[in-house]
């Protein structure tokens, strides 16, 4: 199964979802899940089966009811089914996402810094970096639409090797913050984190007044 493409299996995760299964295994019969799938709880039984054997729940059989829950796979198809619907009703070219700013821990700054990089960003960016990233908490009700970017192909920054180390591919998207052009910078290889870097050719604390706890919405092109 391709995920996120299998309508009546999402319908199915949406539900078990809604009864709480994403965090942990809940007691349902066939019949009940039948009966808010408006099926039968015959093809309620099957439609169980069916989502056990692609992997999408786990499932407990107990002594009067069995127990089920979403495995990681179940959450991940949700979450892409989740950003199909963000990429109807958000703006078409492009996406908001609010975030707290917070201290990072250096580590834009030597990314940034890194020769293969920063020609890169000079270069296909149209600006030249400050050297260190605004790092923002995202609100958590924004975390997914980091898919929905990941699906996007951005501005390709290609990965290098110096002094013997590997530095991966990065994806960069066009944004704003209050007007002021900037990027957001996305490692290719995917991986979840609330955690937004942000680069500019200003320091944004110091331009934009900024310190540790203050919230700022960025606008991001979806290319």
């Known amino acids: 199964m391709r995920i996120g493409m299998n309508e009546k299996f999402a319908v199915a995760l949406k539900q078990i979802a809604l009864l709480g299964g994403i965090n942990d295994y809940i007691a349902i019969s066939s019949r009940e899940l039948g009966s808010r799938l408006r099926i039968s709880q015959q093809s309620a039984s099957k439609r169980i089966l069916e989502l056990l054997e692609e992997g999408l729940i786990q499932r407990d059989l107990g002594a009067r009811k069995q127990r089920i829950k979403l495995t990681k796979k179940g959450v991940d198809a949700l979450r892409s089914e989740y950003s199909e619907y963000q990429k109807i009703f958000e703006l078409r070219d492009q996406l908001a996402i609010r975030g707290m700013v917070t201290t990072g821990m250096g580590e834009g700054q030597y990314y940034v810094t890194q020769p293969g990089y920063q020609e890169q960003f ?54 704003t913050i209050q007007n002021i052009e900037c990027a957001v910078i996305l490692p290719s290889r995917s991986h979840y984190s609330d955690i937004m870097e942000v680069l500019c050719k200003y320091n944004l604390r110091r331009t934009l007044g900024l310190h540790d706890g203050d919230v700022v919405e960025i606008q991001i092109k979806v290319d």
């Open 122 to 175: 000079t270069e296909k960016l149209n600006f030249v970096p400050f050297e260190g990233t605004l790092n923002l908490k995202m609100n958590p009700s924004d975390v997914d639409k980091l898919d929905i970017l990941r699906r996007g192909d951005g501005v390709v920054i290609n990965g290098f090797q110096r002094n013997g180390r590997t530095f991966g591919e990065v994806r960069a998207f066009h944004a």
